[in-house]
């Protein structure tokens, strides 16, 4: 069993506490599986190997562009976040179904691969920098970390967000990396909801293809999280929950 999470546009300090969250939970095995889906305000992301150089803009033209800059404990270097994309942050405990880090990578990646084959996009995926590309043009970033044998962070989807926000970092520590996006491709790109729903479905039938023993406890009432941010603020978030118990049937509950 799988929970998904939709949190729509959230800032990106908000939404790395509900992971914390939730990682907490699953890595305790509290509460299922999640998924959590949201889209980011401008946001610049550097993860442990980062370089702050690899930020081309300065303080004032981030401040004016109303760009939020973060460090993170995610794997990678610098990327950009913001509204276009699908921003994906699977809370999963890899030891129910035996998957390393490099497997659990390339799901990742061969889910995306399979999404955009849908709409007859073809992509590859690459082991350094780690994403999908479409010939030599970047159009998912993915950045993880492990701890207690459950995952966080995750992937950005580029959709139909402006492009140009990309030229102040040097993403991926790749001066000559080039971004895509879905809107580019197609003359006619699905919405945001087609891409979700397809993304679960290919993501749910790749883990089943691993033996899995789940021991988790059924959370009745999840509809409110408590978020707490840098500041030490709770915030309380109504968010859409979904128990997905396969691949064609979800259950709402709110």
């Known amino acids: 069993m799988l929970l998904k999470i939709d949190i729509g546009e959230t800032e990106y ?24 889906f949201a889209e980011h305000p ?93 010939n030599n043009d970047k159009i998912a970033a993915i950045g993880i970390r492990i701890s207690k044998n459950t995952t966080m962070h995750g992937l950005a989807l580029n959709i139909d967000p402006d492009l140009s926000y990309f030229q102040h970092i040097i993403p991926c520590g790749n001066a000559n990396l080039k971004p895509t996006s879905i809107k580019n491709l197609l003359k006619n790109y699905p919405d945001k909801k087609t891409i979700t729903k397809l993304f679960i479905q290919i993501f749910l ?4 293809q691993y033996d899995a023993l789940p021991k988790i406890k059924y959370l009745d009432n999840f509809d409110i999280i408590k978020i707490q941010d840098e500041s030490s603020n709770i915030v309380q978030k109504k968010l859409e929950v979904e128990h997905i118990f396969n691949s064609n049937s979800y259950i709402t509950r709110r």
């Open 13 to 36: 300090n908000k939404a790395w506490s509900l992971q914390k969250y939730i990682h907490n939970n699953v890595s305790t095995q509290n509460i299922p599986n999640t998924l959590i």
């Open 42 to 134: 401008h946001t610049i992301t550097l993860g442990r190997r980062g370089n702050v150089n690899d930020v081309l803009a300065p303080k004032s033209t981030l401040s004016k562009l109303k760009i939020t800059t973060y460090s993170t404990d995610r794997g990678g270097e610098v990327t950009y976040h913001g509204p276009g994309q699908l921003i994906i942050y699977p809370i999963i405990n890899l030891k129910q179904f035996s998957i390393g880090p490099l497997k659990y990578v390339e799901l990742l990646q061969e889910t995306l691969i399979e999404v955009l084959s849908y709409f007859d996009i073809n992509s590859n995926k690459s082991k350094n920098p780690v994403g999908v590309w479409v």
């Open 205 to 208: 039938n790749k883990l089943n």
